[in-house]
């Protein structure tokens, strides 16, 4: 597996556009091009391919860290980088209000729901695995 591979990859599961790319990697003072970042996403057989270096992977990966934990002095909690990153990238995160919690009871009134539908007149059965020769 190749670094462009790699970058690739991680570019689809985070979801990462060209631009959100380029400014992970000013993070890390790395200066890139969208036309270069193009060119590592690019099939290996086009003439514009470019092969990612070590340089710029390890860069990419350095500014991914200070984009989602953050630095010493202003930690951030990855989980609400990533949930602002799903949800619109313009709006700061906000913490979920009463909607996770009528979720909640919902899910607990759904369970009290089946468990008095359960017959509890049955009795459980004891299997016994012996090979029969």
Not at 15 to 44: P, T, W, Y
Not at 50 to 75: A, I, S, W, Y
Not at 99 to 123: E, G, H, L
Request: glycine share 6%; charged share 30%; hydrophobic share 30%.
């Amino acid at each position: 597996m190749t670094n462009n591979d790699i970058f690739k990859k991680l570019r689809v599961a985070l979801k990462f556009r060209d631009d959100e790319i380029v400014q992970i990697l000013e993070l890390v003072d790395f200066k890139i091009s969208k036309s270069e970042l193009g060119a590592f996403f690019r099939n290996e057989d086009h003439p514009n391919y470019m092969e990612c270096g070590d340089q710029v992977l390890r860069n990419f990966l350095n500014g991914l860290v200070l984009h989602l934990r953050g630095t010493k002095e202003n930690p951030k909690t990855p989980g609400e980088v990533l949930l602002g990153m799903a949800g619109n990238t313009d709006k700061p995160v906000q913490k979920p209000t009463q909607k996770p919690a009528q979720k909640n009871i919902s899910k607990r009134d759904f369970k009290t729901k089946q468990m008095k539908k359960v017959d509890t007149a049955i009795s459980s059965v004891k299997y016994k695995n012996k090979k029969k020769s």
